[in-house]
């Protein structure tokens, strides 16, 4: 199982970024697959995540509203557009993968497959 996770960068306060994760090795449509960050010396915390059938999507509060989670079943690629960016989001993104049910999907211990992460960096 591979999560090849791109598309982070500099930004600067308000602006956008696109990230993407392209997963393969699993039944892309039978995962949940979320968006974790983690900022140096905090915890991963829980961004985004979209249901195995694409119909349900959750995000955390500090992005809601900014953030959108996507996915590309063709492509086995999920997304993560990031709007009106601001410094509180700058960390390492990470997309996984798991089977786990609605309740525990903000837990990073419940996903097994992780992508190496991205890096986000909101600063003028």
């Known amino acids: 199982v591979q999560l090849q996770a791109s598309g982070g960068g500099l930004v600067q306060p308000g602006g956008s970024l696109k990230l993407s994760c392209a997963i393969s090795g699993l039944t892309f449509s039978n995962y949940r697959k979320s968006w974790f960050r983690q900022a140096p010396g905090k915890e991963r915390e829980f961004v985004a995540q979209i249901s195995q059938n694409g119909g349900t999507t959750t995000y955390s509060d500090s992005v809601k509203g900014r953030f959108t989670i996507s996915r590309d079943n063709a492509k086995n690629t999920v997304y993560l557009q990031m709007n009106n960016l601001g410094p509180e989001d700058t960390a390492v993104y990470y997309c996984?993968?798991?089977?786990?049910?609605?309740?525990?999907?903000?837990?990073?211990?419940?996903?097994?497959?992780w992508g190496q992460g991205t890096q986000v960096t909101v600063s003028s």
């Open positions: 996984a993968a798991s089977r786990i049910i609605h309740s525990g999907m903000r837990v990073p211990s419940n996903y097994p497959y």
